[in-house]
Each structure stands twice: as C-alpha cells, then as structure tokens.
C-alpha cells in the first residue's frame, strides 16, 4: 500500500456503510491504509470499482463463514476472482452456537480457499476464527504453507498457547478496541511480537458511542495498545504502519 499511511484499518467491512463511496473518501482523507473485506465474492467488483483510484484501500475477496451456508455455491466465483486482487478476506470458520451446524461446509470452503491461494500464492489473509483458533491453524499450517501466502488473523480470541502457535506460523494479528476492553485481551496481546501487530476496526460491528464506528477510526484502539505496550501513540502507530509496509512488501 503506497504512498506511506498514517495510520492503519486492516480489516473493515467498507460496502457495509449506506455510501461505501464515502467510506473509502474518508479512509483516504485521514491516510488509513484499509483492507476493505467482503463477505461474498458477488460484492467484490463493486468494491474494486470503487476503490480502484483509491491510494489507501485495497479490497479483500471474502466467503465469510457466516454466509457459507447459502453462499457456497459462489466458491466458483471466488476462484475466478481470486487472481484480480493480492488480498483474501473475510475468510475462516465460527463454531459459534448459530453458525457450528454449516461446519462440514465453512471447512470445506477454507479448505479450497487456502488451496486455491497456495496454488497462487503471494496471497495475503484476514483470517475468522471464532471457537475455531485450533482448527483454524491446522488448516493453515496443512494448506497454505509460509512460502506461499500470509495469514493476518482477525479478531483473534485463542488461547495464548494457540496465539504462540499462530505465530510461529508466521502469523500477524489485527487488532481492534474491543479486543482490549477486558483484561484476557490485553493479556494476550501482550504475549504477541510487537512486529506481527497491525490495527482494525472492523467496522460497522465495531460500535463507538453508540454508533458504528467509523472506517478507519483507530485512534482508540493505537491508543490503547499504547499503554498495554508502554510505549507512546506515536510510537504505537508508526510500529503498526511498519509491521503494514513489512508484511506488503
């Protein structure tokens, strides 16, 4: 992502605002490198279309694994898409009490995506693990070797011992402000290299007062990292930019 940003959001659902044309003007406004997920490969042109003169946001091709139940049939589509866009997302497997039913299927799916992505290579991952940090890492370690792609992992709720295996995968792991609300999540974070850190928001989930937070508003979630971190904002948020142009380049 070039020119050098600001800041970083390297998980947002963009399309997910009433005017995905004015979320994208509002990540290039405040330089926020952006890694705008989808979550069916149908929406992915659109996105792209959008995006295309964009300097900060780039576009993931997503099967969210929320949606694989009614949306596998688009894995073919997927594939046909996969060869336009160097990023991949939002991808993995929840064994969430509403989703754990559609498991054969979402393992199936990201099985064939992380194939598809090692055939290619060069791919780079935003990753859904919900209940799921184990499997989710076997499939990575099984399917995608280092070699061939980079895996960031979204949101990532695991245990420490699963987060250490994550990152000797060679995993990076984005980080958002509700991740650092509770203790457990400070403490995992703290237990993470500090040069496998990026930002997110995961907006619109992500709620701020009351309201979806805005794309690219990672100025809590730096500043919280900052004092888990003991180190200053600034220092915080070039660390994370960095980590970006490393795990880009």
Not at 105 to 113: D, K, S
């Given at each position: 992502m070039s020119p050098r940003p600001h800041q970083v959001d390297f998980h947002c659902h963009l399309d997910l605002y009433p005017d995905l044309a004015e979320a994208i003007a509002r990540c290039d406004a405040a330089q926020t490198a952006t890694l705008a997920v989808t979550t069916t490969p149908k929406a992915f042109r659109q996105n792209v279309k959008l995006a295309q003169r964009s300097k900060f946001v780039r576009v993931g091709l997503g099967l969210h694994p929320h949606l694989v139940a009614e949306r596998s049939s688009e894995?073919?589509?997927?594939?046909?898409l996969l060869s336009e866009t160097r990023y991949v997302g939002e991808v993995g497997l929840d064994?969430?009490?509403?989703?754990?039913?559609?498991?054969?299927?979402?393992?199936?799916?990201?099985?064939?995506?992380?194939?598809m992505c090692c055939a290619q290579g060069g791919k780079i991952l935003s990753v859904h693990s919900v209940r799921t940090a184990s499997k989710v890492l076997d499939m990575i370690e099984e399917f995608l070797p280092r070699d061939r792609g980079q895996v960031v992992m979204h949101w990532f709720s695991g245990t420490r011992a699963e987060a250490r295996r994550a990152t000797e995968l060679g995993c990076y792991f984005s980080i958002n402000q509700v991740m650092?609300?509770?203790?457990?999540?400070?403490?995992?974070?703290?237990?993470?290299?500090?040069?496998?850190?990026?930002?997110?928001?995961?907006?619109?989930?992500?709620?701020?007062?009351?309201?979806p937070i805005a794309p690219g508003a990672v100025q809590k979630v730096v500043h919280d990292l900052s004092n888990i971190l003991n180190i200053s904002v600034g220092h915080a948020r070039e660390m994370v930019v960095q980590n970006l142009v490393e795990l880009v380049s």
């Open positions: 894995l073919a589509l997927f594939e046909a064994a969430g009490p509403r989703f754990y039913r559609s498991m054969p299927q979402q393992i199936e799916v990201f099985r064939r995506v992380l194939e650092l609300e509770k203790p457990k999540g400070q403490e995992l974070v703290q237990s993470l290299p500090t040069n496998r850190l990026l930002t997110e928001t995961d907006g619109p989930f992500v709620e701020e007062n009351a309201q």
